[in-house]
């Protein structure tokens, strides 16, 4: 059976600022208001019945989205950022551009970019993690990153590990 989560009516949701190195108008930082809906498969289970518990996916969901909101997002893995300093603050350059932020500000995520498809890698990698932590009975976790209202990235990962 599959359960699915809206993360607009159910407030999975965060703000952030990106860039998409060398993209001819993603290239400048400039932000979404993301949602994040979720789809799980698996087997009932349990006293209730549940294949899991919506409250229990919401909350790992929504712990990964307040990491994320209000920050720039920063894909270590980019083979295009220079990076120069990552302490106190961020430095680093993207084709001649110099950039220095307040490490405060920026979440550094291990992901080569910091599109929708890689956020939604990122976010489908963790809630499997968190998932398995806690024993679910979880067969697949498809996740879609949608960037503001009407477009998005869908990623899903199964137990036999044949992602698309
Ligand atoms: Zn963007």
Same mark, same amino acid.
């Not at 720039?72 to 083979?79: A, F, G, M, R």
């Given at each position: 059976?599959?359960?699915?989560?809206?993360?607009?009516?159910?407030?999975?949701?965060?703000?952030?600022?990106?860039?998409?190195?060398?993209?001819?108008?993603?290239?400048?930082?400039h932000?979404?208001?993301?949602? #994040?809906?979720?789809?799980? /498969?698996?087997?009932?289970? *349990? @006293?209730?019945?549940?294949?899991?518990?919506?409250k229990? +996916?919401?909350?790992?969901?929504?712990?990964?989205?307040?990491?994320?909101?209000h920050k720039v997002?920063?894909?270590?893995?980019?083979?295009?950022?220079?990076?120069?300093? #990552?302490?106190?603050?961020? /430095?680093?350059?993207?084709? *001649? @551009?110099?950039?220095?932020?307040?490490?405060?500000?920026? +979440?550094?995520?291990?992901?080569?970019s910091?599109?929708?498809?890689?956020?939604?890698?990122?976010?489908?990698?963790?809630l499997?993690?968190?998932?398995?932590?806690?024993?679910a009975?979880?067969?697949?976790?498809?996740?879609?990153?949608?960037?503001?209202?009407?477009?998005?990235?869908?990623?899903?990962?199964?137990?036999n590990?044949?992602?698309y």
């Amino acid at each position: 059976m599959k359960i699915i989560i809206n993360g607009i009516h159910a407030n999975l949701r965060f703000s952030a600022a990106h860039m998409i190195p060398e993209h001819e108008s993603c290239g400048c930082i400039h932000g979404h208001s993301y949602h #994040v809906d979720v789809q799980l /498969e698996g087997q009932r289970s *349990g @006293k209730f019945g549940f294949v899991v518990d919506f409250k229990e +996916v919401k909350s790992i969901v929504r712990t990964i989205c307040k990491k994320l909101d209000h920050k720039v997002l920063i894909p270590l893995e980019s083979p295009l950022i220079e990076f120069k300093s #990552v302490k106190n603050s961020v /430095e680093f350059s993207i084709d *001649g @551009k110099e950039y220095k932020l307040p490490l405060q500000d920026c +979440v550094l995520l291990p992901l080569p970019s910091t599109s929708a498809e890689d956020l939604s890698i990122y976010f489908v990698d963790k809630l499997w993690e968190k998932l398995q932590e806690k024993g679910a009975d979880v067969s697949v976790v498809q996740i879609c990153v949608n960037e503001g209202i009407g477009q998005g990235a869908f990623y899903s990962r199964n137990r036999n590990c044949e992602n698309y």
